[in-house]
């Protein structure tokens, strides 16, 4: 059983692999050529860090309530 869906799975990835092939070209061209790549980089760094962000305060409010109940 395990075969079967192993092999099920490696050919279900590889048609999205050979569709994509064609059309990933004119993509980044079209991206790179109207900027609008870096603007995508520069949300998703922006998110990123705004993700970092929150869960380190997160952790930082944890451990003063973890020693909080200690003492």
């Given at each position: 059983m395990a075969k079967y869906f192993l092999t099920?799975?490696?050919l279900f990835l590889s048609t999205f692999i050979f569709a994509?092939?064609?059309t990933a070209e004119n993509s980044n061209n079209f991206m790179v050529s109207n900027h609008?790549?870096?603007v995508?980089?520069?949300?998703?760094?922006?998110i990123?860090?705004?993700i970092f962000t929150f869960l380190f305060s997160i952790e930082r409010r944890l451990k003063q309530l973890e020693?909080?109940?200690k003492s």
């Amino acid at each position: 059983m395990a075969k079967y869906f192993l092999t099920f799975i490696s050919l279900f990835l590889s048609t999205f692999i050979f569709a994509q092939a064609e059309t990933a070209e004119n993509s980044n061209n079209f991206m790179v050529s109207n900027h609008k790549v870096f603007v995508a980089v520069a949300v998703l760094t922006i998110i990123l860090v705004l993700i970092f962000t929150f869960l380190f305060s997160i952790e930082r409010r944890l451990k003063q309530l973890e020693s909080r109940q200690k003492s």
